[in-house]
């Protein structure tokens, strides 16, 4: 094939995401000086499609950039008034007293949201402020400089067959350049990951560890709606098998969101984090509250888990990593998106600064200086031991000794140093023939619903005749070696049912990907055993629409 040429144009920062990163520095960039050229680039058909609505958000890191939010008129309309805190058994539940937690963990002061639209929010704040912002731009390829720094990115690649080959709507995509290039791509992302192997970003770090978050919205009967509410809880359906634990969430308009989170350190393969999910809205707790209401809306997505740890070195000559695309969760808040925003306005001052003095392509080290020595140090050191605790000894043994941690770290103090993670989640998977099948019930159609059904609730979308965003590595290990040794787990983990495996009479078993179904969750590049599948930037766009609610 004949070299393509592209059309190029010029920023001084290109930023890839629109989410509460990327769009935190694009706003802070132009704060500082009007003149910087900015765009964003979101490859969700608009800003916050991709964006798996439901949190808690701690304002501190939007109060920084736009201290005015409130006069402004964002989305920030349900503070949160009460806080439950549950460990659940098969037909009950214990509450946790509020009173011994740390006050890090207090949610007071913290808002029910829909990020999906405090993000279409910010995009009107930033695009106010003169920056463009581009919607259904993929960025698919990084574009390096004659020094080895990240100089741009390919954006808008669309029409190539299945094979790969331009089709006859090809269109080639553009580069846009800067001086440099911000990744806030979210947990995962194909461009940062390329980063961070090809500059060695995590060596003398822990590696990254995380967790599937699925997420119902439902609509329920007024009457057992409490607006403000939040509820977590632990313990069933997981029990040992796997940590992680529930999130119910009441915001406006008789509205819950029910999501459920599964630790992806899990050592049975045969667990099937999806199923655990719909288990547990069978719950009575959770039955009686679902009970004549309806399901509007599913999502699913990784999240970071591994802390201050796993946390890589953020800069290399020419980008930065923001965000999720850094890791900068605080798992025992389940809140990331106050950090992600503080993460935008450090990486937009450092590159003011260093624009100011006539730099670009080099290091941004002052803002490695200001993550790490800054709030986002300070929220996340004192929860560094929550996560290895609970991977290393279960549950009960992460509420005490991490609670008494905290504690510490809030006083200063530290009693366990920094623990190590160890093993990543895809090593974590134990073999087939070590653990016993798990015996999940049929889902019911009223409060739990299979795979496929669900995921027309995203509004999930991919031309069949684009080419397939998850490639294998090797095509055989599916069935030659993921399936004998580890009963092919992709058929489980993943919370769309894109992998398959066919078997049909007289026929030897076949691997199959759905890819039209993918939810852009990352899961399968994760978890699986052999590493083999990897997940890249849809060539063409597609992925799930979530609704504006």
């Not at 731009?137 to 100089?151: F, N, P, Q, T």
Request: net charge neutral; glycine share 12%; with cysteine.
């Amino acid at each position: 094939m004949t070299e393509i040429t592209r059309e190029q144009m010029d920023y001084d920062v290109v930023i890839v995401g629109a989410g509460p990163a990327g769009l935190s520095a694009a706003i802070r960039l132009k704060q500082l000086d009007s003149n910087l050229s900015v765009v964003v680039l979101e490859k969700g058909s608009e800003v916050g499609a991709h964006i798996l609505s439901g949190a808690v958000l701690d304002p501190v890191g939007l109060t920084k950039l736009i201290p005015d939010w409130k006069e402004k008129g964002a989305p920030l309309n349900v503070p949160v008034h009460e806080d439950n805190f549950y460990i659940l058994g098969p037909a009950g539940q214990m509450r946790i007293p509020n009173f011994p937690m740390p006050p890090l963990m207090n949610n007071h002061g913290n808002y029910i949201v829909s990020m999906a639209n405090v993000c279409r929010w910010m995009a009107e704040q930033a695009e106010g402020l003169g920056v463009e912002i581009f919607p259904g731009m993929a960025c698919s390829e990084l574009i390096y400089g004659d020094k080895g720094e990240v100089r741009g990115v390919v954006a808008g690649e669309f029409g190539k067959n299945a094979d790969g080959t331009p089709g006859p709507s090809y269109e080639p995509g553009m580069v846009l350049a800067g001086k440099y290039v911000f990744l806030s791509e979210g947990v995962r992302g194909s461009l940062a990951k390329e980063v961070i192997a090809k500059y060695d970003l995590s060596k003398g770090h822990e590696p990254q560890k995380f967790g599937l978050g699925m997420k119902e919205i439902w609509q329920i009967d007024p009457a057992k709606h409490r607006l403000g509410t939040v509820t977590h809880t632990m313990g069933w359906p997981l029990g040992s098998n796997a940590g992680g634990g529930s999130f119910i969430y009441h915001l406006e308009n008789n509205q819950v969101y029910v999501g459920f989170v599964v630790h992806l350190n899990y050592k049975n393969p045969h667990l099937y984090p999806y199923m655990e999910f719909q288990r547990f809205k069978h719950h009575p707790m959770v039955a009686e509250l679902l009970k004549g209401g309806k399901r509007v809306a599913y999502g699913a997505r990784a999240i970071s888990e591994g802390g201050w740890q796993s946390i890589p070195k953020m800069v290399a000559p020419g980008v930065a990593l923001l965000g999720c695309s850094a890791g900068l969760v605080n798992v025992p808040r389940i809140k990331g998106n106050h950090n992600a925003m503080l993460s935008g306005i450090d990486a937009a001052e450092a590159a003011f600064v260093a624009i100011s003095a006539g730099r670009s392509g080099d290091e941004l080290t002052e803002y490695e200086t200001l993550v790490r020595g800054g709030p986002i140090a300070a929220d996340l050191k004192k929860v560094r031991n929550v996560k290895p605790l609970w991977s290393k000894y279960g549950l009960v043994a992460s509420l005490f000794l991490g609670g008494a941690d905290m504690w510490a770290n809030t006083f200063g103090l530290t009693i366990l140093g920094t623990l190590k993670h160890g093993k990543n989640d895809a090593e974590s998977t134990g073999l087939a023939k070590d653990y016993q099948p798990i015996d999940y019930p049929k889902p019911d159609g009223v409060l739990s619903f299979d795979r496929l059904t669900n995921v027309a609730f995203s509004a999930t979308n991919h031309d069949e005749n684009q080419p397939a965003h998850l490639k294998l590595k090797d095509p055989s290990i599916p069935i030659a070696v993921n399936l004998p040794k580890y009963a092919e787990p992709a058929q489980r983990y993943c919370p769309a049912g894109v992998y398959e495996v066919i078997a049909e009479a007289g026929k030897e078993p076949r691997f199959q990907i759905n890819f039209q179904n993918c939810v852009h969750c990352k899961t399968c590049d994760i978890k699986d055993p052999s590493q083999n599948i990897v997940w890249t930037t849809p060539m063409g766009g597609g992925g799930p629409n979530y609704p504006n609610m």
